[in-house]
């Protein structure tokens, strides 16, 4: 994809008609907020959108495809050229308090003393590296910055990618450098490794590519979109199970965890499956390794779709691995095979501390869950299926991705597996986690003509509890459960105001 990050001078181009009346006022809000802070207008604004991943879970960063939508939410950043530093302020002063730093794109990340800003940091610091690389680096200047954010936090709607890829977006615009969506989608998944993160790379992505009415296929090496029309009569309700994950500071033993565990497992299996271990160290996603899983098994078994589950419950066994069994495997040490990458050795330790590895079970969800995409998008695909025919395997294929988040990779949790219960009970046909999981939403594909219905009993069966132990207010619920269908992804945008 080449089409570059475009630039709008209304509203009505990236929110829609029934958006605009809205949009305006909170642009008009955030205006002012930025003239007050700073004594004048911004010169301009970026937004990108959280988003809603519909199937493929922890797969993007083992190079399989995932099969997300951009939702409406969004973070809007306000910037202007000015001062001497970079002077970060957030419209919710209170609870984002304002960072300064300096303009010098190779100062470090602060992980140890963790703040809000540190996501605006490194959005600033991916686009002097990409720049870099292309050979044009502009002088840093000062710039002043007022963000606000819709995406909750910790809710698995990606809201670090909606930061992320908007703010990179005005540091760009501001420098007058146009670039286009694929380029701002491969180098924001690297800036959010510089507050802790491995990202796969399927939230920035959609947040950059997504369109409104058409959920995205989304592939990688290079990164690339193509367009999945999703059945009519129907739309997909997101509810915050109102339990928080924050990646960057849960990432040891929980996001971070399973990438490590993915990496071992393909270098694992490729040692089985007779690769020198010089080579197999090499290897470093499971996608790599796949195809020579199934290529040794029996020819019978080859064409099968779930041959490579079956390789993988073949090669690897089921007890975690130890950490000395994979050193004596691998032949080398894991401090050493993560000696480049200090966020997933963190994870070695929590590993030991929670009984070993578990290989085999993370190769089997990620290898089931590429399937169940690919099998997804042939559905939307099929023409000669009848619209309730299409949501039926639709929903049968997200309730088979929960049970295998849930049993097999582990991130879901017991708020989380209360809601999807709940949703199923209110008759969603389809209901699993959506982002890292271990918290956040729940996705459940409804038929349009049930949604009041479902998302009142939901409210009632669910969110009453919550309001009552003081996890959410009533009147924050329309922010908890809506439904939603594809929305638009980042955009520069230069009003008059």
């Known amino acids: ?44 604004f970026a937004r990108s959108p959280g988003r809603v991943n519909l199937i493929g879970e922890h797969i993007d960063y083992e190079g399989y495809a995932v099969l997300p939508m951009a939702i409406r939410q969004d973070t809007v950043v306000a910037i202007k050229q000015g001062g001497d530093d970079l002077t970060i302020s957030n419209m919710d002063e209170t609870k984002y308090p304002t960072a300064t730093f300096s303009i010098d794109p190779k100062q470090r990340v602060d992980l140890e003393h963790h703040t809000w800003a540190n996501y605006f940091l490194a959005a600033y610091k991916g686009v002097f590296e990409y720049l870099e690389k292309q050979g044009k680096v502009p002088a840093p200047v000062g710039l002043q910055v007022m963000l606000h954010g819709q995406v909750p936090t910790g809710s698995g ?33 690297t800036c959010e490794r510089y507050v802790g993160t491995e990202s796969g790379g ?38 915050n199970s109102l339990t928080v994950s924050n990646k960057a500071e849960t990432a040891a033993g929980r996001y ?36 020579l899983a199934v290529s040794k098994l029996d020819k019978s078994k080859q064409s099968a779709s779930d041959a490579p589950c079956q390789a993988a419950k073949h090669f690897l066994h089921e007890a975690p691995y ?13 401090t050493k095979l993560f000696e480049d990458n200090p966020s997933q050795q963190r994870s070695i330790p929590v590993a030991a501390k929670a009984g070993g590895f578990k290989l085999q079970q993370r190769t089997l969800h990620v290898f089931a869950e590429a399937q169940r995409v690919r099998d997804f998008q042939k559905v939307c695909n099929n023409a ?13 294929y997200m309730d088979a ?28 046909l389809g209901s699993r986690l959506t982002g890292a999981g271990w918290g956040g939403c729940t996705v459940s594909l409804i038929k349009q003509a049930d949604a009041a219905h479902f998302i009142t009993a ?40």
Not at 325 to 330: A, D
Not at 401 to 428: F, N
Request: proline share 3%; glycine share 6%; net charge negative.
């Open 1 to 44: 994809m080449t089409e570059n990050v475009p630039t709008f001078t209304e509203l009505t181009s990236v929110y829609g008609v029934d958006g605009t009346p809205a949009a305006q006022e909170r642009y008009a809000w955030l205006s002012d907020g930025f003239t007050e802070r700073f004594g004048s207008r911004p010169a301009l």
């Open 256 to 291: 971070n965890m399973r990438v490590v565990e993915c990496k071992l497992a393909a270098a694992v299996l490729a040692v089985t499956l007779g690769m020198s271990k010089e080579k197999a160290i090499g290897v470093r996603i499971l996608k790599e390794v796949e195809e």
């Open 322 to 334: 130890e950490q000395a069994e994979i050193e004596g495997l691998l032949g080398t040490s894991l």
């Open 384 to 396: 000669e299926l009848s619209q309730d025919d299409k949501l039926k395997q639709l929903g049968d």
């Open 157 to 189: 709607l990606s809201s670090s990618a909606a930061f992320v890829c908007s703010s990179s977006l005005a540091v760009l615009a501001t420098l007058g450098i146009s670039v286009t969506k694929s380029d701002v989608a491969e180098f924001t998944t």
């Open 202 to 239: 399927m939230d920035q992505a959609i947040s950059m590519m997504g369109m409104p009415q058409i959920a995205k296929l989304i592939e990688f090496n290079p990164i690339r979109a193509s367009d999945v029309v999703l059945p009519e009569g129907a739309v997909f309700v997101i509810a």
């Open 458 to 497: 939901i409210k009632s069966n669910y969110f009453e509890k919550c309001i009552k132990d003081g996890k959410v207010k009533s009147d924050q619920l329309e922010e908890v459960i809506f439904a939603s269908k594809p929305a638009s992804g980042g955009a520069i945008i230069k009003l008059q105001m």
């Open 401 to 428: 991705s929960q049970a295998s988040c849930r049993d097999l990779y582990e991130c879901s949790c017991e708020e989380l597996d209360t809601l999807i219960a709940e949703c199923k009970k209110q008759g969603a």
